[in-house]
């Protein structure tokens, strides 16, 4: 397994990246992160860890620069921009189709909290490139019109505990055309602490993604 820092631009900015290589491995998965957030979230490096011995490639990096999250700490500039961080998204997605390492693989694209909404308006943008995705403890509400143009079979992970989130899930199934699925994870709040229901994420993120990458 080859895993690397590796420095990607987007909009003239350089967002710092993780990629990791499976041996013969046969997708990738994207990872957007929640605001505030970046790639070194540890749920998210987790769901990461769990897939790559899965055999998937993944790739978790910065949706912002590193003055841009100095500034986003300070004053949340950027915290749900969820437009600017989408046009990131998709020039990573347009990177992974042609850069020799990853262009062949199938991609999907994993989005949590606002990173969901993120995730689906780049798979709304990018139809033949983005070929599942999965959203935890997401915000698709967020994604605004985009949602009915996604394509890409689409799992909505969201804890039975988190009331108002598993709320705005609903709502946004009712804008969704491609036949999402929520799966409600029981006894699961919005940061999926409790014993076991992380295990349940990786579970179902994997089952997704086998059946719809490989």
Not at 27 to 45: D, E, K
Not at 177 to 185: A, D, E, S
Request: charged letters at 20%.
């Amino acid at each position: 397994m080859q895993s690397r820092v590796i420095a990607l631009a987007a909009e003239g900015k350089t967002l710092n990246a993780s990629l990791t290589l499976p041996q013969d491995a046969r997708a990738l998965v994207i990872f957007a992160h929640g605001s505030g957030s970046s790639r070194t979230s540890p749920r998210n490096i987790a769901v990461a860890g769990k897939l790559n011995d899965a055999g998937f490639a993944t790739l978790l990096f910065d949706l912002l620069s590193a003055d841009e999250s100095r500034a986003d700490a300070a004053t949340c500039e950027y915290r749900f921009d969820i437009d600017l961080s989408a046009r990131r998204l998709v020039e990573v997605v347009d990177w992974a189709a042609h850069d020799e390492s990853t262009r062949k693989l199938q991609v999907g694209l994993f989005g949590a909290s606002t990173g969901a909404a993120v995730a689906l308006v780049a798979a709304a943008e990018r139809p033949s490139l983005v070929n599942a995705v999965v959203s935890r403890g997401g915000r698709p509400d967020l994604a605004g019109a985009d949602l009915s143009l996604v394509k890409a079979p689409t799992l909505l992970l969201v804890g039975g505990d988190d009331k108002q989130v598993l709320e705005l899930n609903k709502e946004a199934l009712t804008h969704m055309v491609n036949g999402p699925r929520l799966q409600i994870i029981p006894h699961a709040s919005h940061l999926f602490e409790e014993p076991g229901t992380m295990d349940e994420v990786v579970r179902l993120t994997t089952r997704w993604f086998r059946a719809n990458l490989i």
